[in-house]
């Protein structure tokens, strides 16, 4: 039995009046069963999905929809994942079945899962990719998960005898390593180290494969540690300001790959470390005496807020106001599991660009400094 184990991504069912890859695979190798992987957010897509297989001429399969839908924010975990796709694919990998894998849909971290688990676990699988229509970026096109199914399935090109096959087989190496530098590219772009990482270490090698995987396992340990970059490091700033750079690049990187929680919870402990600094600094004792008078030995964002005001700090002060007022929000996500309002959302990014304003007027940090990582991902990707 044929079996096309696949997820889905923006492209599915139909995009630009052309098969969007899961439905291409499904239309050129015909399985006589296909798996279909959802998220939250593409469940929606199920009965579009399965009305687009079924358009197909002379063509009925059993459509199975894997009983986990994936939420939308473990798709963007390549650990998590590689673990769930590995186990999907082992459920069905049996000498009577004929395993199809789609490397086209779904986000980077999917894709690459697929990849990986083919590549790493020697599967004895087709695993495809389905060029885009247009045979280059399709970012540009619009998507078409607004329209009708009935009026995108009867307007699809690809539902003609002569369609043209877009597929390609995993099979020769230089597709392969094509691919493995594709996925790459994808996953330091999104700034998944971790995910770039692991696959680096389990593929095969090619001439700057070493010297990225160096950048990468610097960049991976310190966030594991807590620990700063050599990029970091090497900055002409003093120790104290090379921690605030890296906890501000660390909390911008979250916000960059999603992570709002994250951002949140770790900008409450940034803004406090930073005042603690910037009072210090002009005012040399005036921690240690408010701390002796309230007998305390830690402060708070109000206590720094109350030094800020009896030195006339006013500039700070303006500065944080979007962080105090982030406060309660940041705590009922980080005690109380709570989720993101809209507005949360909307005030954490303007107390992350406050907080970058707040360290470039009052520290030796640069501009240039914050976009550390938009440079890093330069570095690597021209060695792909």
């Known amino acids: 039995m044929r079996v096309l184990i696949s997820a889905t991504g923006d492209t599915d069912p139909i995009r630009d009046f052309h098969d969007g890859p899961l439905l291409h695979i499904a239309r050129k190798y015909r399985p006589d069963k296909i798996v279909i992987i959802y998220s939250e957010r593409t469940i929606a897509k199920k009965d579009k999905m399965e009305l687009a297989i079924w358009s197909i001429p002379q063509y009925q399969p059993e459509i199975i929809t894997h009983n986990e839908i994936l939420s939308d924010e473990l798709i963007y975990h390549f650990d998590t994942m590689y673990d769930k796709i590995s186990s999907l694919i082992q459920t069905y990998l049996d000498k009577n079945n004929e395993l199809i894998l789609n490397l086209s849909s779904a986000t980077p971290q999917v894709k690459s899962a697929f990849f990986v688990a083919n590549r790493l676990n020697d599967m004895n699988v087709t695993a495809v990719q389905v060029i885009s229509s247009v045979h280059g970026s399709n970012e540009e096109i619009p998507h078409a998960n607004k329209e009708d199914i009935h009026d995108l399935i009867e307007y699809n090109f ?10 390609v087989e995993d099979k020769a190496e230089k ?14 772009t999104h700034y998944d180290y971790k995910a770039a990482l692991d696959m680096l270490e389990q593929e095969a090698e090619f001439s700057q494969s070493n010297t990225l995987k160096d950048k990468l396992q610097d960049i991976v340990k310190s966030h594991n540690t807590q620990g700063l970059p050599k990029g ?7 120790d104290e300001e090379k921690k ?29 470390y930073l005042l603690d600094y910037l009072i210090t600094k002009e005012f040399p004792n005036a921690v240690t005496v408010y701390c002796d008078t309230e007998n305390k030995n830690y402060l708070n964002l109000f206590d720094y807020k109350r ?62 400094m914050c976009q550390f990582y938009d440079e890093f991902n330069q570095s690597c990707l021209e060695l792909l």
């Open 158 to 167: 690809d539902n003609e005898a002569d369609y043209e096959d877009r597929t």
């Open 307 to 368: 030094l800020l005001k009896e030195h006339k700090m006013w500039s700070i002060q303006k500065l944080i106001k979007p962080v105090l007022s982030l406060n309660q929000s940041r705590n009922a996500v980080a005690h109380s599991l709570d989720q993101l309002d809209s507005e949360t959302i909307k005030d954490l990014g303007q107390a992350v660009k406050n907080v970058k304003a707040l360290v470039i007027e009052n520290t030796a940090i640069t501009n240039q």
């Open 175 to 188: 597709f392969g390593l094509a691919l493995l530098k594709r996925n790459l590219r994808n996953l330091i």
């Open 232 to 238: 970091i490091q090497k900055k002409k700033i003093n």
């Open 244 to 272: 605030i750079l890296n906890s501000y690049l660390l909390i911008d990187l979250q916000k960059k790959r999603g992570n709002l929680s994250e951002s949140l919870i770790r900008m409450k402990s940034l803004t406090e």
